[in-house]
């Protein structure tokens, strides 16, 4: 059964930066696209990045293009977003999730975890 488990949340400020971890188990995820999305009060959730797990293939939504970077560490089975120059706008819940298209939601979720940044 995959689980997915997120860390690295936080307060920031506009301008700082922060890191989050996505911990993912019960699956070799080689043929998976695992990515990060979230989810701001009162709106939709939303794509932010994607990362093939084989190949290492990278995709990201234009509002953070620049700013964040997705990457994994296949023998901890853990992937990364660095987050830079944070903006209040990328306030939001932010959720790791495993499927096998990228830029698109898969089936298996996160619990999230909360990023506020503060203008």
């Known amino acids: 059964q995959v689980q997915l488990v997120e860390f690295g949340g936080g307060l920031v400020q506009a301008g700082e930066s922060l890191r989050l971890s996505c911990e993912a188990s019960?699956?070799?995820?080689?043929?998976?696209?695992l990515g990060w999305f979230r989810q701001a009060p009162g709106k939709e959730r939303e794509f932010v990045a994607s990362?093939?797990?084989?190949?290492?293939?990278?995709y990201y939504a234009d509002s953070v293009k620049g700013r964040f970077t997705i990457s994994r560490d296949r023998a901890k089975n853990t992937m990364y977003l660095q987050m830079n120059n944070l903006k209040p706008e990328d306030t939001a819940v932010y959720y790791c999730?495993?499927?096998?298209?990228?830029?698109?939601?898969?089936?298996?979720w996160g619990q999230g975890t909360q990023v506020t940044v503060s203008s």
């Open positions: 990362i093939v797990w084989g190949g290492g293939n990278t």
């Open positions: 999730n495993a499927g096998v298209r990228v830029r698109t939601a898969g089936d298996y």
């Open positions: 019960g699956h070799t995820f080689r043929s998976f696209a």
